[in-house]
């Protein structure tokens, strides 16, 4: 088995399912790491990672000047229009929702496999039976994924607080799927099993940038704003997608906030404007995580991933 690692995450290559090097063609690297090692500008983005700032860029993303700014956008992040519907977009905004052709994101349902709910660059980590794990180095739990064993405990009621230490005690000795949605990726995303889902839980808090080179600075998938809900398959595997709001992510747009049974490859929602990230848990002893992800993990690369892709399976 390979042993996962908390190797730092390369900054200059991701791998592809072939497994070829791919260089990252954007990169903000300095300009992140300038922005969170000095105290003061640290503290001005704590100050534009609160929810009003994001509602105010969404404002200013959503105005017809915005629309300026797609051609550029469009060059610089290698994003293929041809696979995308046909539209005139009105605002920088209208174009960052863009709907994909089917047949650019195709995907064939299979109930043993666990397919990747968007586009993004994934990495997989091991939760060990104490429900702890490392993302470069920071650790975490599953409770706290559920805003639990944290200081938001003390705002949930004892039915909520106890239904989510239950969740979190599911995926000890499972896996967690770490799937994050850069500019140029795809920003809608589906279900990856079929099943009945819960209704949505959201959980309030910041809207940290997800860039890899944030965990030196910030917890982030314990400190930023959360949503999920939990699919239970008819084989009784219990999967959990939580999608994580980032900087410039104010909303997350989920189509069906109540309980439902849903199905592999139907759109659940979309994200807003920035980049974001979505976690998928899953059990112990159900879907065991594609080996090359596992691999690429543990050396230190993210692996770039389409929606529909199979990332494991039982």
């Known amino acids: 088995m390979t042993k996962l690692c908390n190797k730092d995450i390369s900054e200059q290559y991701y791998i592809d399912r072939d497994g070829n090097q791919v260089p990252i063609p954007v990169s903000n690297n300095a300009l992140i790491e300038k922005m969170f090692s000095h105290t003061i500008t640290r503290a001005l983005m704590?100050?534009?990672?609160?929810?009003?700032y994001a509602n105010l860029q969404r404002a200013v993303m959503s105005s017809f000047i915005s629309s300026f700014w797609i051609t550029g956008f469009v060059r610089k992040n290698g994003i293929?229009?041809?696979?995308?519907?046909?539209?005139?977009?009105t605002s920088f905004h209208d174009f960052f929702k863009r709907e994909i052709?089917?047949?650019?994101?195709?995907?064939?349902?299979?109930?043993?496999a666990l397919l990747s709910p968007c586009d993004c660059k994934a990495s997989?980590?091991?939760i060990e039976d104490d429900s702890c794990f490392a993302i470069k180095g920071v650790p975490y739990t599953a409770e706290e994924l559920f805003g639990v064993a944290s200081s938001r405990e003390?705002?949930?009621?004892?039915?909520?607080?106890?239904?989510?230490?239950?969740?979190?005690?599911?995926?000890?000795?499972?896996?967690l799927f770490l799937l994050r949605l850069s500019l140029d990726d795809y920003h809608h995303y589906m279900y990856p099993v079929t099943g009945e889902k819960t209704a949505d839980t959201v959980i309030d808090g910041k809207l940290y940038t997800v860039h890899p080179l944030i965990h030196k600075y910030c917890a982030v998938y314990r400190e930023n704003a959360r949503q999920?809900?939990?699919?239970?398959?008819?084989?009784?595997h219990k999967v959990t997608v939580m999608q994580v709001g980032?900087?410039?992510?104010?909303?997350?747009?989920?189509?069906n906030l109540e309980a439902a049974s849903v199905k592999q490859g139907e759109e659940q929602g979309h994200f807003e404007f920035g980049g974001s990230t979505i976690l998928v848990l899953a059990p112990g002893g159900s879907y065991r995580p594609e080996q090359s992800l596992l691999d690429n993990t543990a050396n230190g690369f993210e692996t770039?991933?389409?929606?529909g892709e199979r990332i494991g399976g039982i």
Do not use: H
Not at 46 to 52: E, G, H, K, L
């Open 101 to 112: 052709k089917p047949e650019s994101r195709p995907f064939t349902v299979d109930e043993r």
């Open 46 to 52: 704590t100050f534009v990672s609160a929810p009003w």
């Open 154 to 175: 003390s705002e949930l009621n004892l039915d909520e607080y106890n239904d989510r230490m239950k969740l979190a005690e599911c995926y000890r000795n499972g896996y």
């Open 228 to 236: 999920y809900c939990t699919v239970t398959t008819d084989a009784g």
């Open 124 to 126: 997989v980590y091991k």
């Open 80 to 89: 293929r229009l041809n696979e995308y519907k046909k539209k005139k977009y």
């Open 246 to 255: 980032a900087l410039g992510v104010g909303k997350i747009v989920n189509d």
């Open 304 to 307: 770039i991933v389409k929606m």
